[in-house]
């Protein structure tokens, strides 16, 4: 299972969920993958809507959320997304250091096994 974080920030942003108790909720064994990625405010409703752009830095909303969410799970894959305004190589590169740090920080983790 795929968790994207910056779409659980958005939906607890834009429609009031807990992004915290979904994390927790999940079965931590089957999430193989967390996505992160930027987004932007809605043109005509600003703060109040939240866009998925996938062309903006992760915000650190979205760094908090993946550290909640990797403390939670253990060490996952963590894909960092950009499909618009791409930066300069070293901008992604320390967005990527970033994650990798948070995975490394958490790899302490309880991972959960599946119990038969």
């Known amino acids: 299972m ?5 779409n659980l920030y ?15 909720a999940l079965p931590t064994e089957l999430v193989g993958e967390i996505h992160i ?5 809605d043109e005509k409703y600003g703060e109040q809507l939240f866009i998925d752009s996938h062309a903006a830095p992760v ?4 760094w908090q959320l993946l550290d909640t969410a ?3 799970l253990g060490p996952k894959p963590v ?11 070293e901008v992604l590169r320390e967005e990527r ?3 990798h740090q948070l995975v490394t920080e958490n790899s302490h983790a309880r991972i959960t096994s ?3």
């Open 10 to 24: 958005l939906s607890a942003h834009n429609c009031g969920i807990d992004a915290e108790a979904y994390i927790r």
């Open 59 to 62: 915000s650190n909303s979205v």
């Open 70 to 72: 990797l403390e939670f």
């Open 114 to 116: 599946i119990s038969r």
């Open 79 to 89: 894909l960092l997304e950009r499909d618009a305004n791409i930066p300069a190589f």
């Open 97 to 99: 250091l970033q994650a």
């Open 37 to 41: 990625a930027g987004y932007d405010q």
């Open 2 to 6: 795929l968790l994207d974080v910056n």
